[in-house]
């Protein structure tokens, strides 16, 4: 089924099957590859992606589904090399260790400042509620959105 | 995990998605956010041969108040019924239980009529819906026939809906002046499985005595569960003469849960006991503050 979407501000055309997953749509066909697959059921949020600038399980999703649609994923945060003050926090405040969470927490971060410019500590603990980390225990992540959330020299809004 | 090939359609108008589904119905599944059915595939569980997905059909995304009743499209998300204001002030427990259901991003995903539709006895919306005396309209070739929520769920992933039939809308009647409502689940650890749900919906009349009592639950059996016997019993009793504990006993002798990993019957037993007075403290004290309109 022929599909139009636009990814990270660039328009797509393409054919997919309609059982393509939009996550393997994101990374075997666009070759995008910040997006991860963790559990493939929905749990996890490892393939966090905006859509229309909201965040959702790309793992549980067809690429038909987002049809005309607008995707962000990791790669359209940064500016070229200008990374995204959510991305400069994670590193400052060592808000990762193997990684492998790390682009859906911060897909999921994006979308929770965007509704809540300053969420409270307990607002941020239930906003990355669906995003599991098995490294760092999830304190240093939330000083990492905390810091993104107050500190805006490092990037764009 | 793949599922197996199917066919998919997404039209924007509700009787190009009544024919499609009438054509195709041997095979075909109606899908708003996929997130139930996608899971399901992927396990090959279920193995559908089209896909109608109704989630750009515009008519059926609206929250609305109708005067008479609060109406709830499809495939409004359950991210959106939470947040609702009007929900939140008039209705407040479907809005407790649309924030209870899955985690943030999936709350971005479910619709309204998938939860709704599945009949799973855990899902949370069923019970709260149940508890409110809801209407569930449903759309098909031979146009539209209302059902009360009441009698639509009928066993484990077993409904009411005949084939070719979709859930357009939900109405739930508007809350009488004082009434209050409250959905409460309990789950071992956040997102988990859950243990048990109580919904307690009540209105009082003008001197505070009980005018009606409703109660749903969920985990509490093979399938959603109204609770309407102790409404009945206490109707016309003043809420201090009847200790919010008794009537709890009397909700809990409604469920039939069973044991899995999440507890045993009787350890949910207890659960859905203090569930219940929970649920019916907080609804009360809303209904007495004015609560609800
Ligand atoms: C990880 C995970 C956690 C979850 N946690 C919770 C939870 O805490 N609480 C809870 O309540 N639920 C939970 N769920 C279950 C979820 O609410 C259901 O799977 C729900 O069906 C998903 O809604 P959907 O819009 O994605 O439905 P879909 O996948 O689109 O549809 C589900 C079913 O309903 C049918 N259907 C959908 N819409 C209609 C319609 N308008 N008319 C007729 N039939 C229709 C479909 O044909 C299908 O059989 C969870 C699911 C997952 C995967
Ligand atoms: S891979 Fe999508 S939620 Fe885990
Ligand atoms: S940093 Fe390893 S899973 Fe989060």
């Known amino acids: 089924m022929k599909i139009s979407v636009n990814v990270n501000g660039r328009n797509v055309d393409a054919d997919v099957e309609p059982r393509k997953l939009l996550v393997d749509f994101i990374r075997d066909d666009l070759h995008l590859t910040g997006t991860h697959v963790g559990c493939d059921t929905s749990s996890c949020g490892a393939c966090t992606v905006l859509l229309d600038g909201v965040a959702v399980k790309s793992c549980t999703m067809f690429a038909v589904q987002a049809n005309n649609r607008n995707i962000t994923t990791i790669e359209g945060l940064s500016k070229g090399d200008e990374l995204h003050r959510l991305q400069s926090a994670f590193i400052e405040e060592g808000g990762l260790q193997c990684g492998y969470c790390t682009p859906g927490m911060i897909m999921t971060s994006a979308w929770l400042l965007s509704n809540n410019a300053a969420p409270t500590e307990e607002e941020i603990r239930n906003g990355i509620s669906g995003n599991l980390c098995r490294c760092t225990g999830y304190d240093s992540i939330i000083r990492s959105i905390q810091k993104a959330s107050s500190d805006r020299r490092g990037g764009r809004k | 995990?793949?599922?197996?090939?199917?066919?998919?359609?997404?039209?924007?108008?509700?009787?190009?998605?009544?024919?499609?589904?009438?054509?195709?119905?041997?095979?075909?599944?109606?899908?708003?956010?996929?997130?139930?059915?996608?899971?399901?595939?992927?396990?090959?569980?279920?193995?559908?041969?089209?896909?109608?997905?109704?989630?750009?059909?515009?008519?059926?995304?609206?929250?609305?108040?109708?005067?008479?009743?609060?109406?709830?499209?499809?495939?409004?998300?359950?991210?959106?019924?939470?947040?609702?204001?009007?929900?939140?002030?008039?209705?407040?427990?479907?809005?407790?239980?649309?924030?209870?259901?899955?985690?943030?991003?999936?709350?971005?995903?479910?619709?309204?009529?998938?939860?709704?539709?599945?009949?799973?006895?855990?899902?949370?919306?069923?019970?709260?819906?149940?508890?409110?005396?809801?209407?569930?309209?449903?759309?098909?070739?031979?146009?539209?026939?209302?059902?009360?929520?009441?009698?639509?769920?009928?066993?484990?992933?077993?409904?009411?809906?005949?084939?070719?039939?979709?859930?357009?809308?939900?109405?739930?009647?508007?809350?009488?002046?004082?009434?209050?409502?409250?959905?409460?689940?309990?789950?071992?650890?956040?997102?988990?499985?859950?243990?048990?749900?109580?919904?307690?919906?009540?209105?009082?009349?003008?001197?505070?005595?009980?005018?009606?009592?409703?109660?749903?639950?969920?985990?509490?059996?093979?399938?959603?569960?109204?609770?309407?016997?102790?409404?009945?019993?206490?109707?016309?009793?003043?809420?201090?003469?009847?200790?919010?504990?008794?009537?709890?006993?009397?909700?809990?002798?409604?469920?039939?849960p069973l044991s899995d990993r999440q507890g045993s019957a009787s350890y949910k037993r207890k659960v859905i006991l203090a569930l219940a007075r929970e649920a019916l403290t907080l609804a009360l004290q809303r209904a007495e503050q004015g609560g609800q309109k």
């Open chain 2, 1 to 256: 995990m793949y599922p197996p090939s199917f066919d998919y359609a997404a039209p924007d108008d509700l009787d190009e998605a009544i024919k499609l589904f009438e054509l195709h119905n041997d095979n075909a599944k109606i899908m708003t956010g996929g997130v139930g059915l996608i899971n399901a595939m992927k396990h090959h569980i279920i193995r559908p041969g089209f896909l109608i997905d109704i989630s750009r059909i515009r008519e059926l995304s609206l929250i609305g108040d109708h005067g008479g009743y609060l109406s709830i499209g499809a495939t409004v998300k359950v991210a959106e019924l939470q947040r609702s204001d009007l929900v939140k002030r008039n209705y407040t427990a479907i809005s407790e239980a649309a924030g209870a259901i899955a985690d943030p991003l999936l709350r971005n995903m479910i619709s309204v009529g998938g939860n709704v539709c599945t009949g799973n006895p855990d899902d949370d919306l069923p019970p709260v819906f149940l508890s409110m005396d809801a209407q569930y309209i449903l759309a098909g070739r031979n146009g539209r026939r209302v059902i009360d929520a009441d009698g639509f769920y009928l066993g484990h992933m077993s409904t009411a809906i005949r084939p070719g039939e979709i859930l357009v809308e939900v109405r739930v009647p508007r809350q009488a002046e004082r009434s209050g409502s409250a959905y409460i689940k309990r789950e071992l650890r956040q997102n988990d499985h859950l243990v048990a749900g109580v919904a307690a919906s009540i209105s009082l009349e003008e001197d505070g005595r009980y005018k009606r009592l409703a109660f749903g639950l969920s985990g509490s059996g093979n399938t959603s569960i109204h609770a309407r016997l102790p409404g009945a019993k206490f109707t016309g009793s003043r809420p201090i003469d009847v200790p919010v504990g008794d009537i709890a006993k009397m909700v809990v002798e409604e469920a039939s």
